[in-house]
């Protein structure tokens, strides 16, 4: 059975907010309620490979302190807009 877009997006939605550190749940849950419902397909493909990843990585990737994976790139760019005063003081 085929996941529907929307029981996707829910998915991913849940799976944001509940990371296991505090300030990876408030980033991407910040993130996933302003811009998974505007994704394509294959953006919100590599959104759910990115939340696949070890929470330390995404927020070493968001904060600046890790070398970013080329396909994530841009994904972890549009998340480190929304993530000033989370990851370093605004």
Known sequence: MTETREAMIKRMRMRSMRRGI????????????GHLAEMSDDGLALYDALLAE?????????????????????????????????????
């Not at 505090?22 to 910040?30: C, N």
């Not at 995404?58 to 000033?84: E, S, T």
């Open 22 to 33: 505090k300030e990876m749940d408030l980033i991407l849950s910040a993130f996933s309620n």
């Open 54 to 90: 070890n929470d330390h990585d995404i927020y070493g990737w968001i904060g600046g302190q890790f070398v970013v994976p080329d396909r994530y790139a841009i994904l972890i760019d549009k998340i480190a807009q929304g993530a000033n005063g989370v990851t370093r003081p605004a």
